[in-house]
């Protein structure tokens, strides 16, 4: 597992799953990858399947229409992989809380392994996220 | 021989989940069937168990990218509902906030339409400046995105005087990347060869399907809340309403760009009309009864109707997105287009579903399912784009 983790850290490729967000956090992702803050200098790159994907990002709120989606998707990624939950739907309900669509929250239905708050997250917070993220595999690899 | 080809529901197009059916005969698109519903909140149900100052928080989520435009409705149907007029400085922070977030929607939908038919240069640049543009809602709001300025009676933040030149400053750097824009787009062969005569929607069209903002404007239908039921600040100011005839994508993109003009000119009015007072009449209470209000949102009118029994939450609410209208045009602007300008024709509208998706391909002859994923299509996409540059002997 050690090296499949290390190789994890230098280039992670990321799938970005909505489940139900407002888009906030969709456009916030985006806005990384843009000029101004440019994660590809780090090698994450933002790809089109999760099969090709080192780490899902997950945003919004897992509405009931969208959880089997979200598991068979989480099942498609290889593994080892990680999951990173942002924005505040995705780690309790946030405003939404009570609505009769949610049961469960994104870490009742797969494994979460960072959470990175806010409404939307600002692109510096969810690329300290990552960093941190990153910076504890490194430990455990 | 027909197909069907799936989008959706989770696919890299757009940030959010829907599903497309498209049934294709060979290249060609003959039919499309659309499944919604992957986002479903139940926030108009929620609405009732929140007070009037929540709901408007509440409906700030529905769309991240219009978030103004929904407390401007919200707002707009509660001061309806409590006979309020809110402060002529609140008018005019308002229209600022919602002609920002304006020109940062429209920004947002030409970048990714680049990226759809493979010019991720203008997806870069484009993004580039509308931080220009986060910035000074960052400044103004304290937020990128989402910002709770809005409130029955007035605005929650002033803006300070001593700020008003920065803003100033930022826009006019902003200028000279608008007009970079209008010239890679209005100027481009291979912009033009992708998207002149693709996806029309005709004006008959247009009104059959209700369609409203950018997408009904482009094909002659000059509907505009703005101009038709003014709200806020628009009916004191200088601007005019962007309506083409063509109704293809390029005339899509023409009028969000010509739009962003009429914004800035917008935005200039307001910062030098404004004058010092009060912002906020410290609303307590709404009387029992019916109240609608409208905005006009980046992608069209945005409806809200609230009612009240005299307590502290609204007994109903009811929402009416723009996109709701839009997203079934494609049903006909899709129809005998190649299989290559779909995803741009579904982009065009500037869907917001507030989920993701992909496309999915059925063979009418074998009935059997072929599964494009979003990737697939952005690479017929993107091929499409090469053998264009081919032909009209560009490298």
Redesign the interface.
């Known amino acids: 597992m050690g090296i499949k983790l290390k190789a994890l850290t230098k280039s992670p490729w990321v799938y970005?799953?909505?489940?139900?967000?407002?888009?906030?956090?969709?456009?916030?992702i985006?806005?990384c990858l843009?000029?101004?803050y440019d994660l590809e200098r780090f090698g994450i790159v933002?790809?089109?399947?999760p099969r090709h994907a080192d780490a899902l990002l997950v945003t919004?709120?897992m509405?009931m229409?969208?959880i089997p989606?979200a598991k068979e998707?989480y099942e498609q990624m290889p593994k080892p992989g990680v999951v990173i939950a942002i924005g505040t739907c995705a780690l309790g309900h946030?405003?939404?809380d009570?609505?009769?669509?949610?049961p469960k929250t994104v870490d009742e239905v797969i494994p979460v392994d960072i959470y990175i708050p806010g409404?939307?997250p600002?692109p510096e917070g969810i690329i300290a996220g990552v960093a941190k993220l990153l910076a504890m595999l490194k430990q455990k690899a | 021989m027909s197909e069907i080809i799936p989008i959706g529901?989770?696919?890299?197009l757009q940030?959010?989940?829907e599903f497309f059916r498209l049934h294709v005969e060979g290249e060609r698109v003959i039919k499309m069937d659309i499944e919604i519903?992957?986002?479903?909140?139940?926030?108009e149900?929620?609405a009732e168990?929140k007070s009037w100052d929540?709901v408007v928080?509440?409906v700030e989520?529905?769309?991240?990218?219009c978030?103004t435009s929904h407390p401007a409705a919200s707002i707009n149907a509660m001061e309806d509902l409590g006979g309020i007029e809110a402060p002529e400085r609140a008018q005019y922070i308002r229209t600022i906030v919602c002609e920002l977030e304006r020109i940062h929607s429209h920004l947002?939908w030409l970048?990714l339409a680049g990226h759809f038919i493979g010019y991720n240069t203008v997806?870069?640049?484009v993004?580039?400046y509308r931080?220009i543009i986060c910035d000074i809602l960052d400044k103004m709001t304290g937020n990128?995105?989402?910002y709770a300025m809005f409130k029955v009676g007035g605005v929650r933040r002033d803006i300070l005087d001593e700020d008003i030149p920065w803003f100033l400053k930022m826009l006019d750097k902003f200028k000279p990347a608008l007009d970079l824009f209008k010239g890679a787009v209005m100027d481009d062969p291979v912009i033009h060869a992708r998207t002149k005569g693709v996806g029309v929607l005709t004006t008959e069209q247009a009104k059959k399907y209700c369609v409203v903002g950018p997408t009904a404007r482009p094909s002659g239908v000059a509907i505009d809340v703005r101009k038709d039921d003014p709200y806020f600040a628009y009916e004191w100011l200088d601007w005019d309403m962007v309506v083409l005839q063509e109704g293809d994508v390029f005339a899509k993109v023409a009028c969000r760009i010509l739009e962003m003009y009429e914004s800035m000119k917008i935005l200039e009015q307001c910062f030098k009309k404004m004058k010092p007072g009060i912002v906020d009449l410290h609303v307590k209470e709404l009387p029992p009864g019916e109240g609608i209000g409208r905005a006009e949102a980046p992608r069209g009118e945005v409806y809200h109707y609230v009612r009240s029994d005299g307590s502290n939450f609204p007994v109903r609410y009811k929402v009416r997105a723009p996109s709701y209208m839009n997203i079934f045009s494609n049903e006909v602007a899709v129809l005998g287009e190649q299989v290559a300008d779909a995803a741009l024709i579904l982009a065009a509208v500037d869907p917001?579903y507030?989920?993701?998706e992909r496309i999915i391909a059925i063979d009418h002859d074998t009935n059997e399912e072929k599964k494009l994923?979003?990737?697939d299509l952005?690479r017929l996409s993107h091929e499409k784009t090469i053998r264009v540059k081919k032909e009209l002997g560009i490298s």
């Open positions: 970005h799953l909505s489940t139900g967000s407002c888009n906030n956090c969709d456009i916030e985006l806005d843009t000029p101004r933002l790809v089109g399947s919004g709120n509405t229409k969208c989606r998707v946030g405003v939404f009570g609505s009769y669509v949610m409404c939307p600002k | 529901p989770y696919h890299p940030e959010e989940p519903g992957y986002n479903h909140r139940g926030i149900k929620l168990s929540q928080f509440l989520r529905i769309c991240g990218i978030s947002l970048g997806w870069m640049w993004w580039k931080e990128r995105q989402s917001c507030c989920c993701t994923s979003s990737s952005l």
